[in-house]
């Protein structure tokens, strides 16, 4: 990898974001030959074994974790530290427990727990291992056009290159500008090139917070993840390495407020009293933290040159823990219409390729985040019809059956 000092530069693919979504997507391009720029604000940091676990962490599916295998990821994470997990338990209180386990479709796991930070971390120690990729970090946008300069510098040589049909620049503080056919806004949910590309969001905002709590036990809980649904919200753990948790304690948001302002100890007899006798009450917390909940679905995915994916294309209620998930599907699913579209067409980054990937993800993330909406409507809801229905569902759910069987391979990306 390298640095490119110039006045104005070409590539095929300007990214904006080197998050966990915009690093595979840099990875995955630069997999098919194409000549990718990442801009980043900040490094991450490096890993040490001393450093405690971060507070952001996600339940990585089966699916997320064959595309990090396939763009080599995987290596460094299971070298430095994750959680493996077997089985997702949920119940509501004094209702019947719903359970799944690997077993029941003849896998070894569901997914692992990962620190997002690794993620990102092990995604950039990719791009660094390859030519066509080019990091521009620290780095700031100052500008985006969609006229391309009447000349172009490669970065692979000193020539100069006609101009671009149609092209997005990339102006950044420091004078320097990048010109390339695609731009990808893999930069979170306010999402700076969602805005420039004058492409609308629906959604709103959850009348609750999340909080999240690392905690440390005297042993291990099993290889399982749980959520126990309370009318204020659900109260869960994940399990983490070294005899750790993630505990996740929904409610509203001055609740919230509250809670985080107690200290680790208050805080810790304050869990015991709310979570279920599940939790071992042998624990000391170790870090806190909390934010706020929010829908947000883009109303398209693309314009001309520029495709959104990740948070910039949709945030969903982490009660399933899908989000990085479907941030990795979207990168999956962009990598695969480009690879196709470079088989019959010099032009690849057109609007036929763009809006194959969105067909291809956007009802698929419309549906997720609808049925995550409806399940957070029914368990935040005490009347007596719905309790019925929804522990009716919980009862079917847990009959080891085709029904069973087809939400644990769902649950897992399949």
């Known amino acids: 990898m390298s640095q490119i000092q110039g006045i104005d530069i070409q590539h095929d693919v300007v990214i904006i974001g080197g998050g966990m979504v915009g690093a595979a997507s840099a990875v995955g391009l630069a997999q098919l030959g194409l000549n990718v720029a990442v801009l980043e604000r900040v490094q991450p940091q490096a890993y040490e074994p001393s450093q405690p676990l971060d507070l952001r962490v996600s339940a990585i599916s089966a699916q997320s974790e064959k595309l990090l295998q396939e763009l080599g990821a995987m290596d460094f994470l299971h070298q430095v530290r994750m959680q493996r997990f077997q089985g997702l338990e949920t119940w509501e209180l004094k209702g019947c427990i719903t ?116 905690i440390k036990m005297t042993a291990a809980e099993p290889p399982v993840t749980w959520q126990q649904f309370t009318p204020k919200g659900p109260r869960s753990l994940l399990p983490l390495p070294d005899n750790q948790a993630s505990l996740v304690w929904y409610d509203d948001v001055q609740k919230i407020k509250q809670l985080f302002q107690l200290n680790n100890k208050a805080l810790a007899t304050q869990i015991r009293a709310q979570f279920p006798n599940r939790l071992s009450p042998d624990f000391e917390v170790l870090d806190k933290g909390y934010f706020s909940l929010t829908r947000r679905h883009a109303q398209k995915y693309f314009i001309d040159n520029v495709v959104i994916l990740g948070d910039a294309a949709h945030t969903i209620n982490p009660l399933a823990g899908q989000g990085v998930n479907l941030g990795f599907k979207d990168v999956a699913a962009l990598i695969e219409s480009v690879r196709q579209r470079m088989s019959v067409t010099e ?51 847990n009959v080891d059956g085709p029904i069973k069987r087809k939400v644990l391979r769902y649950a897992m990306g399949c």
């Open 347 to 397: 032009t690849w980054w057109d609007n036929t390729m763009l809006a194959h990937y969105q067909s291809s993800r956007y009802r698929d993330n419309q549906l997720m985040m609808s049925a995550m909406d409806a399940f957070y409507a029914s368990f935040s809801n005490d009347l007596l019809p719905i309790k019925l229905i929804r522990n009716g569902l919980l009862k079917l759910a």
């Open 99 to 214: 359970r799944f386990h690997s077993e029941q479709i003849g896998e070894t796991h569901l997914g692992y727990i990962v620190e997002n930070r690794l993620i990102q971390l092990a995604l950039w120690k990719q791009m660094q291992a390859l030519d066509n990729v080019h990091l521009y970090c620290p780095a700031k946008v100052k500008a985006l056009s969609s006229q391309p300069q009447r000349h172009q510098v490669s970065v692979l040589s000193s020539e100069q290159k006609a101009p671009l049909s149609s092209a997005v620049q990339v102006i950044l503080e420091d004078g320097r500008t990048l010109t390339a056919p695609l731009l990808v806004g893999a930069d979170g949910a306010n999402s700076f090139v969602r805005q420039w590309a004058n492409i609308g969001v629906s959604g709103w905002d959850y009348a609750q917070s999340a909080m999240l709590i690392n």
